[in-house]
Every structure is written in structure tokens, then in C-alpha cells.
């Protein structure tokens, strides 16, 4: 069955650490990747998508990903996070998005700590 | 990427009622779709909305529950019918562009008591 999994329910850093959200897939084809960002009281923002070519993809807000086929993972990291990027991140999987049918995962809550 | 707004933003409704959520969209999109957020879980897609054809469903959601109108390519209306609490949830459309990446509304936080 096609899932995704997000193994950190909560993390805590400190501004100006780095950052990595990790996140594991199971699906049956070549997946589309996705990390999106919701802030509190907001909607999802899309901060970058893997789809084929370069196994390193960059996003907005100075986030990156890792796709590792080997061990199903797509990763996000960021080298110095700030206060803003306080916020839930949710990792999600499908076939693409015309499918309709994205895979969530059940998200990471960030805190950042001065 | 789209401007996709929603109405309301947030409302508290009664058991027994129905709230109808309105989706626009800046540019004319073939496939929107509709999403469920409960309390601290994830998005569940309910349904997908193409212009001129009925919704598809996704497993656990029926139209009774959850009509669904999508009258032209910028707009879909999605209706909560005869809400209980267990309905509480943020309701978030999104929109598919360049055929692949989904973009998504800021939802609408439902509150029934």
C-alpha cells in the first residue's frame, strides 16, 4: 500500500541550527515528491517537489531535499533555520498531481528556539 | 503558481446543518480537489472535482455527505451536509497546475457543535 511515513511528530532547534525533517515512502511506482509548509492558521505552501533528474532539489525559503531511492527517502534540510520557520511541514507522495491522489504524511511540528 | 481563495474562512455551524465552502481560483484549472484536515492529523482528499462531470470519491466519503459543484474552470463549491462535531476539521481545496504539483487554498476551519 502506498504510504508515507514522517518519523518526528515534534522537533525542536535552535535559531541558526541546521535542520533535517526526514520522510519515508512506500509506492509502487516512480514517485512524485513533495514537501509542503503550513503555518499556523494557514493553508499548505509547496516548498519543493522532486519528479525525476537531479536527486538534490532546492525550494523556497533556502529548504532543499534529498531523494534517495535506495532507502525510499526524501529528507528536507536547511543549514540555518529561523524563527519563522516555525511551522508544521508535511511530506507527501503521489503520481503526480493531475492524479488527485496525494499521499500525506502525517507531518512534523517545528519549534524554534531563540 | 494560482491565487486560490476560499469562503468563509472559518465558521461555527450547528448538528443538523450544512455549510457550503466556497473555492475560486485566478486562472482556469482543470482539476480541483477537496481535502479534509481533522484535529492534528494529516490531509485526506475527499473528492476530486472536474468541470463538467460529476466528483469522484474517494473511499469513506459519498456525495450525500459532501456535494460537490464545479459550474465552470475557476470555481467549485463544496458542501458539509447534516454536520456533526465529528466534522470539525480545516477543508482545503487545491488546484492542479502544469499537470503535476498541486497548490492549495488557506482553508476553511469548521467548528460544529
Known amino acids: 500500500a502506498q504510504s508515507v511515513t514522517q518519523p518526528d511528530i515534534h522537533i525542536t532547534v535552535s535559531e541558526g541550527a541546521s535542520l533535517e525533517l526526514r520522510c519515508n515512502y512506500s509506492?509502487?511506482?516512480?514517485?512524485?515528491l513533495f514537501w509542503y509548509v503550513q503555518s499556523p492558521g494557514q493553508g499548505l505552501q509547496l516548498l519543493l517537489k522532486?519528479?525525476?533528474?537531479?536527486?538534490l532539489v532546492q525550494g523556497i525559503k533556502g529548504f532543499e531535499a534529498e531523494f534517495k531511492r535506495s532507502q525510499s527517502s526524501f529528507n528536507l534540510r536547511k543549514p540555518s533555520v529561523h524563527w519563522s520557520d516555525a511551522a508544521e511541514y508535511f511530506c507527501?507522495?503521489?503520481?503526480?498531481?493531475?492524479?488527485?491522489?496525494?499521499?500525506f504524511g502525517k507531518g512534523t511540528k517545528l519549534s524554534v528556539k531563540p | 503558481s494560482a491565487v486560490i481563495s476560499q469562503k468563509p474562512s472559518r465558521d461555527i455551524c450547528q448538528r443538523g446543518t450544512s455549510l457550503t465552502i466556497q473555492c475560486q481560483v485566478d486562472?482556469?484549472?482543470?482539476?480541483m480537489f477537496w481535502y479534509r484536515q481533522q484535529p492534528g492529523q494529516s490531509l485526506t482528499l475527499i473528492a476530486t472535482?472536474?468541470?463538467?462531470?460529476?466528483?469522484?470519491?474517494e473511499s469513506g466519503f459519498v456525495i450525500d455527505k459532501f456535494p460537490i459543484s464545479r459550474p465552470n474552470l475557476t470555481f467549485s463549491t463544496l458542501t458539509v451536509s447534516n454536520m456533526s462535531p465529528e466534522d470539525s476539521s480545516i477543508y482545503l481545496c487545491?488546484?492542479?497546475?502544469?499537470?503535476?504539483?498541486?497548490?492549495f487554498g488557506p482553508g476553511t476551519r469548521l467548528l460544529v457543535l
Open positions: 507527501a507522495v503521489g503520481a503526480g498531481g493531475s492524479q488527485g491522489n496525494l499521499i
Open positions: 486562472s482556469q484549472v482543470t482539476m
Open positions: 487545491s488546484v492542479a497546475l502544469d499537470g503535476e504539483t498541486q497548490y
Open positions: 472535482a472536474n468541470q463538467g462531470s460529476e466528483a469522484t470519491y
Open positions: 509506492y509502487g511506482a516512480t514517485p512524485y
Open positions: 522532486y519528479f525525476s533528474g537531479d536527486t
